[in-house]
């Protein structure tokens, strides 16, 4: 049974940053791509980040430049560095790995920013 476990959430000002990680139960090198979602209050879960087996990342228009996601093989650790920090980004965040036709999710992590 595959796991991922999401850490690093908080509590911060506009304008700082959080670094969230997860830890996944296996070698990330067997999932074709590792994402980042996050859910806000009423609102839909929204996809924020990818990473693909290649390395190559991408963003959602809102968090570029401001957010990096990375991997360590080695810790089987995702993380999501998040910089400049606005209310908006205020949610809970999730791990998502995919591989093949099947997906596995983190319970997630809540990030706060005040104004």
């Known amino acids: 049974q595959v796991q991922l476990v999401e850490s690093g959430g908080g509590s911060v000002q506009a304008g700082g940053s959080l670094r969230l990680s997860c830890v996944v139960s296996?070698?990330?090198?067997?999932?074709?791509?590792m994402s980042w979602y996050r859910q806000a209050p009423g609102k839909q879960r929204e996809w924020v980040a990818q990473i693909t087996r290649g390395r190559t990342p991408n963003y959602v228009d809102s968090v570029k430049g401001r957010f990096t996601v990375s991997t360590d093989g080695a810790k089987r650790t995702v993380n999501l560095q998040m910089n400049s920090l606005k209310p908006e980004d205020t949610a809970v965040y999730y791990c998502?790995?995919?591989?093949?036709?099947?997906?596995?999710w983190g319970q997630g992590t809540q990030v706060t920013v005040s104004s």
């Open positions: 998502l790995g995919r591989r093949g036709g099947s997906s596995y």
């Open positions: 296996e070698s990330i090198l067997t999932f074709d791509a």
